[in-house]
Every structure is written in structure tokens, then in C-alpha cells.
């Protein structure tokens, strides 16, 4: 999509401040309000304070698994942490909900439930001390933007659901189109004799048992027939009435409507390939693949210590000519994985690999641990379930709106 219509759609929705909104502004614009930094307290967390009496939150994550840690005071005095009873929930895109509940460890509370990522949530603080309930609520959101579904649909951002794939792992290589030995056919005469007609022409289409010859013997001056042995195109013509056959090449007849891809394979990929292994041929010049599988290879090596493939090429339809350069897709290996992602959707965020999940019509990272590769799919071992919508087509549109926003990882 060009830059001119991406701004002219951003500029048609909403007086051009609305049509995204940045995950720091789910509530209201970013573009007429300045956020406050929350009050940090001595330990770098967010300060939550009722009159006198306050908390302190965390999250600590220096040689452990992210993990609240709490600090309470009353009237600026430290509070033993076995004193409070401190729930924390947060409530994550999607309404999933993590339970989280605190003891006293030293001189601070700490979280029973690691905090995964991405740390994008809201807030919720209940805690009670000498018999008086606080309770504070707040967004802590990143990663997350708001896009209207119908501005997603006009920047053409495409989704799909996290599930199962099949991966086809495969090597790329070159060749060219060639003829099969058995291609050719040299058209001569059993004897010697006048050539009284020839009845075919250089380029004819002929088909098998077709008339190509008449000649006339020089010892019996019979005449005699000679007719196509196979089906093809005359290549070469070598005869012209009046003359003796002799004992020579008469006409060459070429049969095209298969041909086979030559695919030179280099010796760090030729143990990769297994037996008759399946075959994607794109032809230069041409749109459309073909399907087809490794027949066999020819004896030796190039001068360059390439192995030379065979696969072969349907060309029924006449369209391709021995000669043309290719490239190859050659499959040496395929496996089932229980989750998937394309990834054309592969984001960086922070020093992670992301996708974006979409719910509604927010967007949010989805923080992944990625396996094996091969064609457009990923393998997904952990960081999103099975289901999640995740945009594909377009995913840097989301990124941008979120570096955009500003959006911080706030400890």
C-alpha cells in the first residue's frame, strides 16, 4: 500500500487524530493530554498511596522469573510485610485474568505468580492492614494500539488464527530446461533412391505414422514411404525433392511436450535430498509453478562440483522451450508442528520476536519462542495459544502505531 493512501485514509478518519489510537491513549488522545510520570518510590516502583498509608510495586526480575515485589509504609515508616494482606489481579487483554497473592519475605512482599510477558494489563491493588481495606486500580499497558475495523480493513491488515501447519523445508536452486534423450528422432533411408516428395516442412507439427517421405528406389524404382516414428515437430530438414536420399539425415523430428529441469545441487546440499523428493520449478519469464518430483540425476559433476538433478516437466500446453533458465524449490525435509505462525507477521518489539494479536479491535504483542523454519511458516513453541487471531499482511502497520504511542515497559 503507497504512503499516499495510507495518509489519506489516516487523515479521513475522525479529524485524522482518532482513526488509531496509541495504546497509551485506549482511554483519550494522546494528541491534547501529556501523561504524568508515575511516582517512583525508593526501590524504582510505582508508588500507590491512600492518605498515609502506601505501597510500593515492583517488578523484579534480576536473576529470577518477572515477579512482583511489594514495600509498605504508614505514615513513611516501613510496615512489617506479615502485617498486610496484599491481592494483586491483572487483567489482561481479552478480560484472562492472573490471581496473584503475596507473603512476606525480608522486608517486602513477594508475588507468588510470575509476571509473563508482554506486562501489558490493568491494575488491580487490594490490600488490608489493621482491619482497613486499599484499593487502587491503574493501566500499565505496551505493546498495545487501537485500530477502527474498518481502517484495518482499508490499510488491507490481514489476520489469521495460531494453529497446526505442515512445514516443507526446501533448498533453492538453478538449472535450465533440456530435452529428454529419447527427444529426438533423425529421420533417414533404409535405402538409396530418388527423393520424389517431401511431404512436411521445417516447424510442421506432425503426428506419429504420419507421411513425411515418398522415394523412389534406385535399384527396384519402386516407391516407398517413410512416416514419423513419434509425434513432434520437424527441427531439422535436410531433403528436398529432386535429390538422392543417400545415406544421410533426411529430417529430424523433436518431441517437446516433455521436457526436463536440469538443477544443479552443490555438495553441501546433496546429502540433504532423499529418494524422488517433491519439486516447485519457476520458469523466468512465466507466473505460474509446477509441481513435479526428482527422477534421477546424471553421472559426474559440473566443473563448479555440481550434481546435476532431473525432474521432469509437463509442457503439454507447448508454452516452454528447451533452453529456458529455471530456479527450484526442492523439498528435503516436511513435519507437523502443533503451532504456527507465518512469517510474513514476524515483528521485532524490545529484543523480542513478536507477533500481534488482535482482540476487538486492539492489537497487542505476543512475545514468541520460535523453533524451526521453513517456507512462509514458523514453528511456535511458546508465547501464544492455539486460536489467537494474529495479524499477518501488514503486521509493520501495528508496529508503527506502537513505536508511535510511546508506549514503555514500566517496572
Known amino acids: 500500500m503507497n504512503n499516499r493512501l495510507f495518509i489519506f485514509l489516516f487523515l479521513c478518519q475522525l479529524g485524522a487524530a482518532s482513526a488509531l489510537v496509541p495504546s497509551s491513549a485506549l482511554a483519550e488522545s494522546t494528541e491534547t493530554t501529556v501523561e504524568v510520570e508515575p511516582e517512583k518510590g525508593p526501590h524504582r516502583g510505582r508508588m500507590l498511596r491512600d492518605g498515609d498509608f502506601a505501597v510500593e510495586l515492583s517488578i523484579f526480575e534480576t536473576g529470577v522469573p518477572p515477579e512482583f515485589r511489594l514495600w509498605v509504609t504508614n505514615e513513611e515508616k516501613p510496615v512489617p510485610p506479615e502485617q498486610v494482606e496484599l491481592n494483586i489481579k491483572l487483567i489482561r487483554l481479552g478480560e484472562q485474568i492472573d490471581d496473584i497473592n503475596f507473603k512476606a519475605e525480608g522486608d517486602y512482599l513477594r508475588g507468588d505468580t510470575v509476571i509473563y510477558e508482554p506486562h501489558s494489563f490493568v491494575v488491580s491493588v487490594a490490600a488490608r492492614y489493621r482491619g482497613k481495606t486499599y484499593t487502587w486500580e491503574y493501566d500499565n499497558f505496551e505493546g498495545r494500539t487501537l485500530i477502527e475495523e474498518k481502517v484495518a480493513e482499508a490499510m488491507e491488515i490481514d489476520t489469521e488464527f495460531v494453529g497446526a501447519a505442515t512445514l516443507h523445508k526446501t533448498i533453492k536452486v538453478y538449472g535450465k530446461l533440456v530435452l529428454p534423450a529419447n527427444a529426438k528422432r533423425q529421420i533417414q533411408a533404409r535405402f ?41 515437430v520437424i527441427t531439422e530438414q535436410k531433403a528436398n525433392t529432386g535429390e538422392q536420399s543417400g545415406q544421410r539425415v533426411l529430417l529430424e523430428i523433436t518431441q517437446s511436450n516433455k521436457l526436463l529441469a536440469e538443477l544443479a545441487v552443490f555438495p553441501m546440499d546433496v546429502a540433504s535430498i532423499r529418494q524422488s523428493p517433491p519439486v516447485t520449478v519457476m520458469v523466468n519469464g512465466h507466473n505460474a509453478t509446477i509441481d513435479t518430483a526428482i527422477s534421477g540425476n546424471r553421472l559426474g559433476m559440473r566443473d563448479d562440483q555440481a550434481r546435476l538433478f532431473l525432474a521432469d516437466v509437463d509442457n503439454s500446453s507447448g508454452q516452454l522451450t528447451e533452453g529456458m533458465f529455471i530456479s527450484a524449490l526442492i523439498e528435503i525435509e516436511t513435519f507437523e508442528v502443533p503451532l504456527a505462525v507465518k512469517r510474513v507477521g514476524l515483528q521485532t518489539f524490545r529484543d523480542f520476536t513478536v507477533v500481534y494479536a488482535k482482540v476487538g479491535e486492539q492489537y497487542e504483542v505476543r512475545m514468541l519462542e520460535l523453533g524451526r523454519e521453513a517456507g512462509e511458516w514458523v514453528e511456535v513453541l511458546s508465547g501464544i495459544d492455539a486460536g489467537t487471531e494474529y495479524v499477518t499482511n501488514n503486521s509493520y502497520i501495528i508496529k508503527a502505531d506502537i513505536e508511535k504511542s510511546g508506549a514503555s515497559h514500566d517496572h
Open 192 to 232: 538409396e533412391g530418388e527423393i520424389k516428395q517431401v511431404h512436411v516442412a521445417l516447424g510442421d507439427v506432425v503426428k506419429k505414422g504420419q507421411l513425411l517421405i515418398t522415394i523412389e528406389s534406385n535399384e527396384s524404382l519402386q516407391s516407398n514411404q517413410i512416416k514419423a516414428p513419434i509425434a513432434g
